[in-house]
């Protein structure tokens, strides 16, 4: 069962993109999806502290990822 907690952005694309080779790939595909799902992005967006550029999600960003991808 996956845990709803704080991950940086590496962290979260490999529990996505597990079987990705490198790492820089794993995250470009986990941004990728997030970026196409724009539902999930309107609600990032309402984050005060959010940026696209973050390297971290606190466990309420994460929570929100995960309602929108399912989870990893």
């Known amino acids: 069962m996956f845990e709803i907690r704080s991950y ?3 962290e979260l694309a490999r529990k996505y993109w597990p079987d990705t080779p490198r790492d820089e790939s794993a995250v470009e595909l986990f941004r ?12 990032l967006r309402k984050f ?4 696209v550029n973050d390297k971290h999600y606190p466990a ?3 929570a929100v990822i995960v309602d929108y991808l399912g989870e990893p």
């Open 32 to 43: 990728r999806d997030v970026r196409r799902c724009r539902d999930l992005m309107g609600e």
């Open 48 to 51: 005060p502290n959010y940026n």
């Open 60 to 62: 309420a960003q994460v």
């Open 8 to 10: 940086t952005k590496l």
